[in-house]
């Protein structure tokens, strides 16, 4: 899953959609990074997730991240088109 999220085709799709335009640090491949967690640990609040994985270090360690916000997951949902995670998703789909 990781060569699809970082691979060139996922690259092309952020790049038709604009998905890292203006973005410094909470990039549109850490947030699909971190989405495959929030589904598995069945987290649905913004503070449940931030708090879940600030408590675990080693998971942020693993997904590139240093920290994560409220205010960045947030921002990061609102500002990223549900186009780059649909075509992401049929993607992965066509892989198995």
């Given amino acids: 899953m990781q060569s699809i999220i970082f691979g060139y085709n996922f690259k092309k799709v952020v790049h038709e959609h604009n998905g890292n335009k203006r973005i410094k640090e909470f990039t549109t491949a850490n947030l699909m990074s971190v989405m495959p967690y929030v589904y598995l640990t069945a987290k649905e609040i913004l503070r449940d997730i931030s708090d879940s994985l600030m408590n675990r270090l080693n998971v942020l360690y693993h997904l590139g991240l240093s920290s994560i916000s409220r205010n960045n997951l947030s921002h990061a949902l ?10 992401t998703f049929y993607m992965l789909l066509g892989q198995f």
Avoid: G, M, N, P
């Fill in 78 to 87: 609102q500002i990223r088109s549900a186009k780059i995670f649909e075509k």
